[in-house]
């Protein structure tokens, strides 16, 4: 099946300092992928849609200038956790889409802040 | 926003018994899937079935979809200790092709060997 890497699993960082998550295809070409967050326990809730090439939309509620999402490529998302504070720790769960094709989700990244 | 419910919210069972868990939603869909999460992990996709379709079985796993009701059920028979995740539906309002999924609530099944 199609596989989405997520790095880095795990990261844990001062409080104030931004932290970028990658999420790349590893095998497709997506033309869509997906940032989701994770309270513990609870649902993913979408944070925002990123198309390649485009500008990401965000979901309401999201700030934009906090979570920077790049798609420069088919390939690879990025998404930029900007001066981190702790009560940005959750986890981030990204997914990779294409025509005709269920998302792909990777393994997620679990981010503390100190 | 979360699209619907799951029930039960938890579900502790023994090895062989089935497990069935239930997915509420609220508007018109065009599809629907239920996906695993093992503690800590990513989503797995399971299984999809469309709005115009009544049941779908892959493997253990038999999914039920009434839209009148607006609801789903995923029922895994023969259950195994592997089996033990959370397990989300997902509704999408759209077909395949970049859609946005909106999750339930989850149901966590602890199946003990």
């Known amino acids: 099946g199609a596989v989405v890497s997520q790095h880095p699993s795990r990261v844990i960082c001062k409080s104030g300092t931004s932290v970028k998550i990658e999420c790349r295809s590893l095998d497709f070409q997506a033309t869509t992928m997906f940032w989701y967050r994770q309270f513990p326990k609870q649902s993913l809730m979408l944070m925002a849609t990123s198309n390649e090439g485009s500008k990401a939309t965000y979901e309401q509620g999201v700030e934009k200038d906090k979570f920077l999402i790049n798609h420069a490529s088919l390939t690879l998302s990025t998404l930029t956790v900007t001066s981190a504070h702790p009560e940005d720790s959750s986890f981030y769960i990204c997914s990779a889409t294409r025509t005709g094709q269920p998302q792909h989700f990777g393994d997620g990244t679990r981010l503390s802040i100190l | 926003s979360q699209q619907g419910e799951e029930d039960p919210q938890a579900l502790s069972i023994q090895e062989g018994e089935n497990a069935t868990m239930n997915c509420s939603y609220k508007?018109?869909?065009?599809?629907l899937q239920w996906y695993r999460q093992n503690s800590g992990r990513g989503l797995v996709h399971l299984i999809l079935i469309r709005s115009n379709e009544r049941e779908k079985h892959s493997g253990r796993l038999r999914v039920t979809l009434d839209t009148s009701k607006k609801s789903s059920s995923l029922l895994i028979t023969a259950s195994r200790a592997a089996d033990t995740a959370s397990y989300f539906c997902?509704?999408?309002?759209?077909?395949?092709?970049?859609?946005?999924?909106?999750f339930g609530g989850g149901t966590r099944l602890m199946v003990k060997p």
């Open positions: 508007t018109s869909i065009n599809n």
């Open positions: 997902a509704t999408a309002i759209r077909p395949l092709a970049g859609n946005m999924l909106t």
